[in-house]
């Protein structure tokens, strides 16, 4: 190598520096502080200078220990350099020259490496010179996390109590922690605010900071802010974090209490449900609210109060007190109940009254209540007077009936009583309907009815025009008496009826009317026709056998065919129940029967029908329908006229 070579070289300059009496001159410069963030990267700069040049320069490092010893760490000559081995620094320093600089790196700094670190530069001569650097390592904590506490706190309690905790963790330096309220820092006082701090250094040389907050609370404190801010140092700034904001639950006795109706709202009546609601300033926890009325001491442990179905002694004045149960102190409110009330209408005179026709007719209602009532009266649903008195100067028997006096209370919706007064009215009957009423009828079986008004009830019967008494079921009604009879007809009759009391008396006659005894008249006395029917069988087309004849006599329709003329005669027979109408119907289809069958039997005399001809084709076949014998017989003869095929008189004893 080129050192040995040297060597005497150098030691022969230096011994002539030394012999001449010129020794060098050599000065460092460094910053006071270095300041990094944990993790990264440190870079100390130590700066000098030497009027010998680099060529015998030696640099070396140094980092003084807790006992201000130095360990060297890094050694550079002009030939060699090298960290030192088993330092704290041995693989994680190296050390770059540029000129007159010689920056000492260390990578992944920690809090352990706040140390001071010391450069020194030596020449060839016994000159040397050093600067120093303290390295500073910074680490910020975590985010603070804050804690109230879980139960409530007593404005009572004579000593500060605990209101939460707040935590940051693995910080260097070491945070500061500061508690608010409502935006105010909160500070040491006696008696009133205490703050603690706990400080940790971790294994890592971290700081990790607790801090109490005790102090003494107050009513308006219930909706008080509190947190914590944390403050801690980085390179050239100083930061602040603040924590979560929390607040806390303050018992305070209350200083009034108020009670009131929930419901209903507005004025209260007899039969509604009441609830009551008490309710105070405060919220102390251990505490009994009572409601009571005080007029019937009814009383519950609650701050709700429910009645249901209230009576007028139900009002009054409630009580709603509050009872801290810890130091015994009361606190109480009251409120006054009106229950409105409506009693039931009372008419004067009671239940009915009786007045003769032409008397003035007078009657009260009046209904006791607590609020301004109006009354009115109605008969038949129909208004008829407004006011307490019921009052017509000369009663008649339209007056007479059934009247309802209703009370109400305007002010309150469905406050309502009402009773009833029968008013009768003394005179002689009157019978619905005209004097003399008409009656028509196809039954035979009538039913009449006859209504009758007067007080006292009158009496009905009824009587025919032969003088014959009939018997009548009769019923009363509100303003008399109604009679219904049920009897048979066989003819025009007349019926009266009779209604009569102690004042008199009114008949109306009932002029009946069958409609059915003329129809039957006029079906008996219409003329009967029989017919004869011959009927004739053809057997081939050469032979012609006759059968015996089939004779039928009825009184009926006429009945034709094409090839057949039948009139069958009937006796009428017409249900008595029959309407009008059916009947009606009937007869104009015996008269058209009758013509019909006239028709026919004046065509077959002329030839037109039944093949008179004359000449008969025997090459053909004929049917048993081509010989017809007609008989017509009539009431005054028993003589039977024959009439063959072709229209010649028979005689009986042809047939």
Known sequence: MALPDTAPLLVGLLLLFHAFGAWAIVEVNMEDKVEVMAGETAQITCMFTTDEGLGGTTIQWFYVLPNKERQRIYNK??????????????????????????????????????????????????????????????????????????????????????????????????????????????????????????????????????????????????????????????????????????????????????????????????????????????????????????????????????????????????????????????????????????????????????????????ASCNALSSLQTSTTWFKNEKLVSKGNTLSVKSATLETAGMYKCVVTVPEMEGMKTSSTLQVNVKGSPQILGPDVQE????????????????????????????????????????????SVVTFKITSNVKVFCNASNDFGSKVVEFNIKTILNTTLTTITSMPTISTTTRSTTTISSDTVVHTTPTTTTTTSTNTITDDTVQTPTKSPNIKKESKGFVIAIIIIAIFLLAILGSVLYFLYKKGRICGRSGKQDFSKRKSSKDNIVVEMKSDNTEEAILLGVNGEKQQPNDQ
């Open 439 to 482: 009656v028509e009828t196809y039954e035979t079986t009538v039913n009449l009815t006859c209504s009758a008004t007067g007080f006292p009830a009158p009496t009905i019967m009824w009587t025919t025009s032969d003088g014959k008494n009939l018997n009548a079921l009769q019923t009363e009604t509100e303003d008399g008496a109604q």
């Open 77 to 362: 000559e002009p030939m060699h350099e090298a960290a030192e081995q088993n330092t704290l620094f041995t693989h994680r320093i190296s050390l770059n020259v540029s000129g007159t600089a010689a920056v000492l790196a260390i990578r992944d700094v920690g809090v352990r490496d706040n140390l001071e670190f010391i450069c020194v530069i030596k020449t060839l001569t016994p000159e040397e010179a050093e600067g120093r650097t303290q390295l500073k390592v910074f680490k910020s904590p975590t985010f603070p996390t804050i804690e109230a506490v879980e139960t409530g706190i007593s404005v009572n309690e004579e000593a500060p109590s605990k209101i939460g905790s707040c935590r940051v963790k693995n910080g260097y330096p070491k945070p500061n922690i500061t508690w608010y309220r409502n935006n105010m820092p909160l500070r040491n006082t006696p008696r009133e605010v205490v703050v603690t701090s706990r400080t940790t250094i971790e294994s890592s040389g971290l700081f990790s900071v607790q801090s109490e907050l005790t102090m003494k609370v107050k009513k308006e404190d219930k909706d008080a802010v509190f947190y914590c801010e944390v403050i801690y140092v980085v390179p050239g700034a100083t930061k602040m974090t603040e924590s979560q904001h929390i607040n806390i639950t303050v018992y305070y006795l209350p200083t009034e209490v108020n009670i009131w109706v929930e419901s209903p709202k507005g004025n209260i009546k007899e039969g509604d449900t009441l609830e009551l609601r008490c309710d105070n300033n405060g919220n102390y926890p251990s505490s009994i609210t009572t409601i009571k009325h005080q007029n019937s001491e009814y009383s519950v442990e609650n701050k709700t109060m429910v009645r249901t179905n209230v009576k007028r002694l139900d009002g009054g004045v409630y009580e709603c007190t509050f009872l801290e149960t810890d130091n015994f102190e009361e606190i109480s409110g009251s409120t006054k109940v009106s229950v409105n009330y409506l009693e039931s209408a009372v008419i004067t005179p009671k239940d009915s009254i009786a007045v003769m026709e032409g008397e003035e007719l007078k």
